[in-house]
């Protein structure tokens, strides 16, 4: 008996996702290619970042549960189209930097937190835009269909802000934009902006603000109504917050180019840390 409930679960006890990787034998992961340090395309093309190394430990714990190997498929997606992706099943699980939101949970489910960050500003460093007061008249470019995009707009009406929003498909759009001087300043999550500096040829040459004017709890995506699937990444989750392995992921993708972890990242992981 000892080892028949020990024993993985078969195709037949298994449900939605899991049933589904255990009979295609693979699982196909979304992922954002211009979203550094959380998920991007390295120098030889292939998924590299943060939240990819969580969905490594992810696939290595549904292999344990159907007991099979499986094919891992990294299909790029859009902010555009990335909920889509999972809804039409294109995609298994998001792996990125996507933002936990109540009207996102609509439409796609999420997993227990893996980062928290807030939106800021870039700017190259001989711009003369300076804070939010400094932008009136300024062109400030975001990407579209992102939390940021609605937080810039929010800033602005607050601060009584006449500035354009320009918005754009992509985040390499945003910096090209950036570098030909068609918009002042570039918003994005700021460990993004960080990311996406430190790739460039000439980091230095890029300033990021300090403050950040909105809150932004990063988790991975999963379709709805799949608890089986969700409990597994969040097992992963929680054993890393728990095993304080994520400080390794962290310190890997983020730790050698930030000189403390922020506080609220430490709040982060003992609130997630959920006991098994």
Same mark, same amino acid.
């Given at each position: 008996?000892?080892?028949?409930?020990?024993?993985?679960?078969?195709?037949?006890?298994?449900?939605?996702?899991?049933?589904?990787?255990?009979?295609?034998?693979?699982?196909?992961?979304?992922?954002?290619?211009?979203?550094?340090?959380?998920?991007?395309?390295?120098?030889?093309?292939?998924?590299?970042?943060? /939240?990819?190394?969580?969905?490594?430990?992810?696939?290595?714990?549904?292999?344990?549960?159907?007991?099979?190997?499986?094919?891992?498929?990294?299909?790029?997606? *859009?902010?555009?189209?990335? $909920?889509?992706?999972?809804?039409?099943?294109?995609?298994?699980?998001?792996?990125?930097?996507?933002?936990?939101?109540? /009207?996102?949970?609509?439409?796609?489910?999420? *997993?227990?937190?893996? $980062?928290?960050?807030?939106?800021?500003?870039?700017?190259?460093?001989?711009?003369?835009?300076?804070?939010?007061?400094?932008?009136?008249?300024?062109?400030?470019?975001?990407?579209?269909?992102?939390?940021?995009?609605?937080?810039?707009?929010?800033l602005f009406?607050? *601060?009584?802000?006449?500035?354009?929003?320009?918005?754009?498909?992509?985040?390499?759009?945003?910096?090209?934009?950036?570098?030909?001087?068609?918009?002042?300043?570039?918003?994005?999550?700021?460990?993004?902006?960080?990311?996406?500096?430190?790739?460039?040829?000439?980091?230095?040459n890029f300033?990021?603000?300090?403050?950040?004017?909105? $809150?932004?709890?990063?988790?991975?995506?999963?379709?709805?109504?799949?608890?089986?699937?969700?409990?597994?990444?969040?097992?992963?989750?929680?054993?890393?917050?728990r095993s304080?392995?994520?400080?390794?992921?962290?310190?890997?993708?983020?730790?050698?180019?930030?000189?403390?972890?922020?506080?609220?990242?430490?709040?982060?992981?003992?609130?997630?840390?959920?006991?098994?």
């Amino acid at each position: 008996m000892i080892v028949v409930f020990a024993s993985p679960l078969s195709a037949k006890e298994l449900t939605g996702t899991l049933q589904q990787i255990k009979k295609s034998g693979q699982i196909r992961i979304g992922y954002r290619v211009s979203a550094p340090p959380m998920s991007f395309s390295d120098k030889d093309g292939n998924p590299a970042g943060y /939240s990819i190394d969580i969905c490594k430990g992810i696939v290595a714990e549904v292999e344990n549960k159907i007991g099979a190997d499986v094919k891992v498929e990294y299909i790029p997606v *859009t902010a555009d189209g990335r $909920f889509k992706a999972l809804i039409d099943n294109k995609i298994d699980i998001l792996c990125g930097s996507t933002t936990k939101t109540l /009207s996102r949970s609509e439409l796609v489910d999420f *997993t227990q937190l893996t $980062f928290v960050t807030g939106a800021s500003l870039m700017t190259m460093k001989d711009s003369k835009a300076d804070d939010s007061d400094g932008f009136e008249g300024k062109k400030i470019g975001v990407v579209k269909a992102t939390t940021t995009e609605v937080a810039l707009k929010k800033l602005f009406q607050d *601060t009584s802000t006449n500035a354009e929003v320009v918005l754009f498909n992509s985040a390499k759009e945003s910096i090209d934009a950036l570098r030909k001087k068609k918009i002042d300043a570039f918003s994005s999550d700021q460990v993004i902006l960080i990311g996406l500096a430190l790739k460039e040829h000439d980091p230095m040459n890029f300033v990021i603000k300090s403050d950040v004017f909105s $809150f932004e709890p990063f988790a991975l995506a999963v379709r709805r109504d799949d608890a089986d699937f969700r409990l597994v990444a969040d097992r992963v989750i929680s054993e890393l917050y728990r095993s304080r392995k994520i400080l390794e992921i962290y310190d890997k993708w983020i730790g050698e180019f930030t000189q403390q972890r922020p506080p609220i990242f430490d709040a982060m992981m003992r609130l997630n840390a959920t006991p098994e």
